[in-house]
């Protein structure tokens, strides 16, 4: 009960409730609660302690960038969304934030597509390597199992499509990135498919922000050719599984192609079967399950595995 009450207390403030109102479309950082509220950076700070001391939001750091959402534990974002449906529509003040709002939603999308066009070229020469995205996504949905899943966690996440992908499977989702302008394309593409219950944060595949043990489903989409120890990352991926959950990794069959370490960062030049399960093995996981996926023209195109590991 007092954390009912002190959640209500917090609610009875009209800044704060504004504050909730525009958390409940999405995740905002300082600044951009700032631009919308028109209030000093302090004074909004002061109530975004207030309102995560009374667990109706949380603070998600990303880099030199500090982003707050409504939390999900404890009944807050059922309470906040409740006090968002309340509001009047006709209210000129949150009619104002939720313009201002669209505006910054705006110049992120602007800022994500200039990004994304930075790189399609590169992007389309890597996709040309490998299968058409249906066949592998295809695989994916067929060998992580049906669920339902709990907490899936996209190691990795890009663009959010493998959280796009599993959403009708899982109560939440979260991806995790290194990259700050790949997380943001994230966050665009979630919000534009409704994905409330998928969110992104950043974090370093080495040192994931969960507790032991807390997932149902990880999934690592072409990320470990990227990592300079990826046994680390199978290590850390089984740490946040719980028992009896899944860890899907896909990536290369082992191959040839140096263009893509000199040109596009690739570390590894794909993986083995003897590789992976060594690394299963040693993360504490049983190899459950694996695929191979052949492209119908070998010439030029490379061969994606997908390894399925299972937590005891």
Known sequence: MDALVAQLKALAEPTRLRIVALLSRGELTVSELVQILGQSQPRVSRHLKLLTDAGLAE????????????????????????????????????TRDFSRLESIKQARAQAAQAYFESVADDWDRIRSF?????????????????????????????????LELFSDRVDRGIGVDINHSMLNVARLNLEKAGL?????????????????????????????????DPALAVDEC?????????LLIVDFAPHQLETLREDHYHRRLGFSDEEMAGWIE???????????????????????KIWVARQG
């Open 59 to 94: 603070r998600l750091p990303e880099g030199a960038y500090v982003f707050y959402r409504l939390t999900d534990a404890g009944g807050g974002r059922r309470l906040a969304q409740i006090a968002h449906d309340l509001l009047p529509e006709e209210d000129p003040v949150m």
């Open 282 to 304: 040693q993360a504490g996981l049983e190899l459950v399950e694996k695929a191979a996926l052949h492209p119908e023209e070998p010439s030029g195109q490379l061969t994606m």
């Open 238 to 246: 089984a740490r946040v599984l719980k028992p009896g959950g899944n």
């Open 196 to 228: 409330r219950h998928c969110s992104v944060r950043h974090a370093d595949v080495g040192a994931l922000p969960f507790e032991n043990g807390v997932a149902d489903l990880v999934t690592v989409h072409q990320v470990l050719h990227y990592l300079e």
């Open 130 to 162: 490998h299968l058409a995205d249906h066949e592998v996504e295809a695989a994916m949905r067929r060998l992580a199992g049906e669920g339902p899943f709990g907490l899936m966690i996209d190691v990795g996440v890009g663009t959010g499509r493998i």
